[in-house]
């Protein structure tokens, strides 16, 4: 309690005193071009996947409203579930591992011919001359008319399927490798030379760089003539492999084994092309990006 003649003072506020800030107000026409940004990279994300899960989506819906015989086109979900299945009892891997193996030797082999002989083809005359007639007369015959003749010749095991795998990929490694050498610029080939690089250095340098872009589209071809060729003989004689496992299901009417399949034949063939872009955008680093 105070006394009567004390003086009531009001406390002094000894805190700073903060200056205000002036907030600058939001600029709608950056918010607009953020979020145009953001849109632009989610469609381009999503864009690729849009008719894939369309398709997906009706195969899922068609069979289950009756726009198609469900007893032949089982609902998606179905065929996920004996893919599941597959994967669980070990079958899938068993016939995966055996058209892989086949597929892989058959296709490392074709590789290791076809390449360096179609940079001699396309770079030496003479052997051009030599050897044209005959590589344009086998690369005209279908493989898979040549089946019955491997099958005669190699018997029905496992060499008649790689030589058949080898036989079709083959020629599009050949014929891209031979395009991709004759069709590297000249100047580039004159500058090397004016250089004074040795033809060894030349084809490595200069050569094989630029030819690369289209051998690895012959490589990308032949990996998956490779794989149909290989499905197409598993189909009519095999006792192991992807193309048994179709036509095996097919025959005993189990219709989700044979789309099962058929789907890993696609991750198959979307893994091996993944593979060989990867590749090819690393030994073509020197291209600029488009």
Do not use: C
Not at 48 to 57: G, W
Not at 81 to 89: E, H, P, Q
Not at 150 to 158: A, D, H, K, Q, S
Not at 254 to 268: E, N, T
Request: avoid cysteine.
């Amino acid at each position: 309690m105070s006394s009567p003649g004390a003086t009531l003072t009001r406390p002094v506020d000894t805190a700073p005193v903060v200056a205000e800030k002036n907030v600058p107000a939001p600029d709608p026409a950056k918010f607009v071009r953020v979020a145009r940004q953001v849109g632009n990279v989610a469609w381009t994300i999503l864009k690729p996947t849009v008719a894939i899960v369309a398709f997906l989506a009706l195969w899922e819906i068609a069979p289950r409203v009756g726009l198609v015989d469900e007893v032949f086109l089982p609902p998606l979900s179905t065929v996920l579930g004996a893919f599941g299945d597959l994967v669980t009892s070990g079958q899938l891997a068993e016939h995966l591992g055996a058209s892989l193996s086949r597929a892989l030797s058959g296709f490392a082999i074709a590789l290791v011919v076809a390449v360096p002989l179609g940079v001699a083809i396309g770079w030496y005359r003479p052997v051009a001359d030599v050897l044209n007639p005959f590589l344009e007369l086998l690369r005209n015959t279908a493989a898979l008319a040549l089946l019955p003749v491997f099958v005669l010749i190699l018997g029905i095991g496992e060499t008649s399927k790689i030589a058949l795998v080898i036989y079709a990929s083959t020629f599009p490694i050949l014929l891209n490798t031979i395009s991709g050498v004759r069709t590297v610029d000249p100047l580039l080939v004159k500058s090397a030379r004016s250089l004074g690089l040795p033809s060894y250095r030349l084809f490595q340098k200069v050569i094989l760089p630029a030819a690369v872009p289209t051998i690895f589209t012959g490589i990308r071809m032949a990996a998956a003539s490779s794989v149909l060729v290989l499905i197409a003989a598993e189909m009519v004689g095999a006792k192991a492999g992807l193309g048994y496992l179709i036509t095996a299901s097919q025959f005993n009417f189990q219709i989700p084994d044979m789309y099962a399949g058929i789907i890993a034949i696609s991750l198959v063939g979307l893994i091996f092309n993944f593979v060989l872009v990867t590749i090819e955008r690393r030994l073509s680093r020197w291209r600029p990006e488009r």
